[in-house]
C-alpha cells in the first residue's frame, strides 16, 4: 500500500535504509541531501518502507506544484526490490490531487513506455570503468586524443583537493556570468552541498593548472554508491583553448580505471555537450522527465509560462 507522508510524518532512518539498500539508491535521495534542496519535501511511501518516492513541492499563486530542485538532476522511485512499470505507474498515480502541476525528474531505473502520457525521456551519459585504461583510452575518440596532446603541451596540471570556492567562482564569472541561470542564494546553497559531502568523504574536488600556476578549470566528482558523479565542473577561457578540462576527466578515469565504477557525466541534452562526453567512450542513457498539469488547458499553460518567466526575470537579476 503506498502512502503520502508529509514530512513531520516520516521515519528519517527507516528512509536512509531504504535509499541505502535500494538497488537504483542516488545520492539526492537521502533525507539530508534532500532537506538541504526543499526542506519541506513529503514522500509517498509503499508498506514498510520498501519503496519510497520522494516529492519537493511548491507554492506559487495559489497553486501547490511538484518540481525539480537545483542541484538534483533524478529522483523519482527508489526500491529494494524489482521495480515494474506499472510500480512505477502506481506511484505517479498516488501523487496527491492538491498538486495541481507536477515538472519532475525520475530516474534511470523507473522504467515508462516510450508513449507514455505526459512523459519524455532526457539524455545522460556514462562510462564503464571497470575496464584497464589502456583499453577506456583506445575508445577515445580522435578527437579527444588531440585535446589531450594539446592540454599536454600547454603543460597543464591537473591537482586534488582544491577549494570548491575557487571551482564555483571559475564558473560564476564564466559560463555562470553567460547563462545567469543561477543567483546568489543558488551559489551559496552549492557550496553548502558540496562541502557537506566532502565532510561526508563522499566528494572530492580535482584542479587544472596552467603553467603560471593559476587555476583555469575545475571539476567537483560525487560518489554514489557504485558511481562517481560529474557533480559539477568550471572552466575558463584559457581552458577551453588548452584543453585542460579533457586532461581532467582523463587523469580521473586513468586514476580509476580498473574499479568496479561508472562515471555519470550528468547530461547532457545539449548536443555539443553530448559529443563531448561521447568522446571518452561514453554510453547514452535516459531518464523519465514528467510533466502533468491537472489546472486545465488555458490555466495550465499560464502558470507554466509565468513560472518561465519568474525564472527568466530572476536570471538578470
Known amino acids: 500500500m503506498i502512502k503520502y507522508l508529509k514530512h513531520s510524518e516520516l521515519d528519517i532512518n527507516k528512509w536512509n535504509q531504504c535509499i541505502e539498500n535500494s538497488f537504483n539508491g542516488l545520492i539526492y535521495a537521502h533525507s539530508w541531501y534532500l532537506s538541504m534542496v526543499n526542506e519541506n519535501w513529503e514522500a509517498l511511501v509503499?508498506?514498510?518502507y520498501e519503496r519510497v518516492f520522494p516529492l519537493t513541492p511548491g507554492r506559487k499563486f495559489g497553486i501547490d506544484y511538484l518540481y525539480q530542485p537545483r542541484f538534483t538532476q533524478q529522483l523519482g522511485i527508489f526500491s529494494k526490490s524489482i521495480l515494474t512499470e506499472e510500480i512505477v505507474m502506481n506511484f505517479l498515480e498516488a501523487i496527491p490531487e492538491k498538486f495541481k502541476y507536477t515538472d519532475i525528474n525520475l530516474n534511470t531505473f523507473n522504467k515508462l513506455n516510450q508513449a507514455a502520457k505526459s512523459t519524455s525521456f532526457w539524455l545522460n551519459h556514462e562510462l564503464d570503468m571497470i575496464s584497464p585504461y589502456e583499453k577506456l583510452a583506445s575508445d577515445y575518440s580522435s578527437n579527444l586524443k588531440r585535446n589531450l596532446k594539446k592540454a599536454t603541451a600547454s603543460k597543464i596540471s591537473i591537482v586534488k583537493n582544491i577549494k570548491p570556492d575557487y571551482?564555483?567562482?571559475?564558473?560564476?564569472?564564466?559560463?555562470?556570468?553567460?547563462?545567469?541561470?543561477?543567483?546568489?542564494?543558488?551559489?551559496?546553497?552549492?557550496?553548502?552541498?558540496?562541502?557537506?559531502?566532502?565532510?561526508?568523504?563522499?566528494?572530492?574536488?580535482?584542479?587544472?593548472?596552467?603553467?603560471?600556476?593559476?587555476?583555469?578549470?575545475?571539476?567537483?566528482?560525487v560518489y554514489s554508491k557504485k558511481k562517481a558523479i560529474f557533480y559539477f565542473s568550471a572552466t575558463n577561457e584559457f581552458a577551453k583553448a588548452s584543453a585542460a578540462m579533457p586532461l581532467l576527466i582523463d587523469t580521473f578515469?586513468?586514476?580509476?580505471?580498473?574499479?568496479?565504477?561508472?562515471?555519470?557525466?550528468?547530461?547532457?541534452?545539449?548536443?555539443?555537450l553530448a559529443r563531448f562526453y561521447k568522446g571518452f567512450g561514453a554510453k547514452e542513457t535516459y531518464y523519465p522527465h514528467y510533466e502533468k498539469s491537472s489546472l486545465g488547458p488555458v490555466l495550465g499553460a499560464g502558470f507554466k509560462w509565468i513560472r518561465s518567466l519568474k525564472k527568466l526575470v530572476n536570471s538578470l537579476r
Open 253 to 272: 578515469i586513468r586514476e580509476n580505471s580498473g574499479k568496479h565504477l561508472t562515471l555519470d557525466f550528468e547530461g547532457s541534452n545539449d548536443p555539443n
Open 46 to 48: 509503499e508498506d514498510d
Open 167 to 221: 571551482i564555483i567562482n571559475i564558473f560564476k564569472t564564466n559560463k555562470g556570468k553567460q547563462l545567469g541561470a543561477l543567483r546568489e542564494n543558488d551559489y551559496q546553497l552549492l557550496k553548502r552541498i558540496v562541502y557537506l559531502l566532502i565532510y561526508k568523504g563522499i566528494a572530492e574536488t580535482v584542479g587544472a593548472f596552467d603553467e603560471n600556476n593559476e587555476l583555469c578549470a575545475g571539476a567537483i566528482f
